[in-house]
């Protein structure tokens, strides 16, 4: 586990730095993605809902387009998709809790698995290991922000 | 889906503060979800868009003001459009209102209405 500025990033997640959003391969092409630790933060915490547009599953959604939305009391956005590929299927789990994509976001809080269209090609974009850990660190504080 | 079109017509003003959170919120989370979002203020609606005064309105005691959840929306990519006539109807100038919104007449309306998918009115 490597914490910067109070936020966990794990070393081993593929980052779309400028998204807050993670994808992690579980093989044969199967992408699991979700929001980052900062995410969780900017979206002031506590959640109300995470909703994937049911629409999208089984249909192909672009790099950094929008695959669900996160709503709290303080905050309504977008979890844009790390990765092209098609939808295949929503966390459950976050219907009953969204929370969980807070408390556990890289574990029980993952928010949808895509089939990879372009992993390949598309990976150059994302930021992994301890440079990707690095360039996030960058992106946090030139922002300024902290878990 | 980016073509799906919403259409939201907002009327509540500044005497309804309670009524003048959710349009912006709900409009937020459409372009969240990609769907092309615009809204159209007429009536009162068109008050807040009057420069500083959604500054001075709460939907709830304590909470944010409403031009947070303006400021929001057109973060989100929302579209503003403002009616003339109620432009004339509050003696304001199209250079009293917020930057970002565009004034157009009421023939823009029925126009815009039939090419969205849907149509919510606040």
């Known amino acids: ?147 | 889906m980016a073509d799906t079109k919403v259409f939201i017509i907002m009327t509540s003003g500044p005497d309804t503060p309670r009524r003048c959170a959710t349009p912006f919120f709900f409009a937020s989370l459409g372009a969240a979800m990609e769907y092309d979002v615009t809204m159209f203020f007429t009536i009162d609606g068109t008050l807040l868009l009057k420069k500083g005064l959604a500054e001075t309105v709460y939907p709830k005691e304590g909470g944010k003001p409403v031009s947070a959840f303006i400021q929001d929306a057109l973060d989100a990519g929302v579209k503003f459009l403002a009616c003339t006539a109620s432009t004339e109807l509050h003696n304001l100038q199209p250079s009293d209102l917020i930057d970002g919104v565009k004034m157009v007449g009421g023939a823009s309306m029925w126009q815009l209405t039939e090419e969205c998918d849907t149509v919510l009115t606040f």
């Open chain 1, 1 to 147: 586990m490597t914490t910067i500025r109070g936020c966990n990033l794990p070393e081993d997640l593929y980052y779309l730095v400028e998204k807050h959003v993670w994808a992690k391969p579980m093989g044969n092409g199967v992408v699991r993605v979700g929001i980052t630790a900062v995410a969780g933060k900017l979206s002031g915490g506590k959640l109300a809902a995470i909703t994937v547009k049911a629409k999208n599953i089984g249909q192909e959604v672009k790099q950094a387009k929008s695959i669900a939305t996160v709503e709290s009391s303080k905050f309504v956005g977008p979890v844009p998709a790390p990765i092209s590929g098609v939808l295949l299927r929503a966390n459950e789990k976050l219907a009953a809790d969204p929370n969980l994509a807070v408390s556990d976001p890289y574990g029980e809080g993952w928010v949808a698995e895509m089939q990879a269209t372009d992993w390949d090609g598309e990976k150059a974009a994302l930021v992994t290991g301890a440079e990707g850990v690095a360039a996030y660190q960058a992106k946090l504080e030139a922002d300024n922000i902290s878990c």
